[in-house]
């Protein structure tokens, strides 16, 4: 593949180093995206061999790393300025959907959302620090126990006197 103006050494480190892990992905998924777990997941479209749809799919990882910051998700305006980027064979139209799972495979593929480009963003799906309320203090879900700060039982009245005697409060 020729790669596009943009595209830097750091870009190609970055794609060896996601490569065999996505080759491993790619030969491992779903064929029949009715049996996929996940559907989203599953492609839908008759898919290739890795040979066949390395190129657009690294295309599509590393234009993330670029333009992440500006389209955190795919979208007419991004898929302009790739399809004129796009140097490789087959054409645009063939390649378009491998390109657009690279992009949105990316993410996870770095481990994370980040571009060199812009600043690491929370992700929606990450939980709150579990602060000793939790699985940490084998708490679970609907076990009874506090869930938080000011969830615990107030003492009881002989319990508050005890422990302003030990205190010396009382």
Same mark, same amino acid.
């Given at each position: 593949m +020729?790669h596009?103006?943009?595209? &830097? $050494?750091?870009? #190609?480190n ?6 065999l892990?996505? %080759?491993?992905?790619w @030969?491992t998924?779903? #064929?029949d995206?009715q049996s996929?777990p996940?559907?989203?997941?599953a492609?839908t479209e008759d898919?290739g &061999?890795?040979?066949?749809v390395?190129?657009p799919i690294a295309y599509g990882?590393v234009a993330?790393?670029?333009?992440a910051?500006?389209y955190p998700?795919w +979208?007419?305006?991004l ?9 490789? @064979? $087959?054409s645009?139209?063939?390649?378009r959907? !491998?390109?657009r799972h690279? !992009? ?5 593929a770095e ?5 060199p480009?812009?600043s690491?963003r929370? #992700? ?8 000793g !309320?939790?699985a940490?203090h084998? !708490? %679970?879900p609907?076990?009874?126990?506090p869930?938080?700060?000011g969830?615990? $039982?107030a ?6 006197t005890?422990? @302003?005697k030990?205190?010396?409060q009382?």
């Open positions: +020729n596009p103006t943009w595209w &830097t $050494p750091e870009d #190609s970055a794609w060896e180093r996601r490569r892990s996505l %080759r491993r992905q @030969q998924r779903p #064929s995206p996929a996940d559907r989203d997941s492609l898919v &061999t890795w040979q066949e390395e190129d990882c993330h790393r670029h333009f910051d500006r998700r +979208n007419d305006a898929e302009r300025e790739l399809s004129g980027d796009w140097r490789g @064979q $087959p645009w139209p063939h390649v959907f !491998y390109v690279g !992009y949105e495979l990316a993410p996870a481990g994370s959302a980040e571009s480009h812009s690491p929370p #992700s929606s799906d990450a939980q709150p620090a579990d602060q !309320y939790g940490s084998g !708490y %679970r609907g076990h009874d126990g869930s938080g700060p969830d615990a $039982p003492p009881l009245p002989s319990q508050a005890t422990t @302003q030990r205190d010396g009382a």
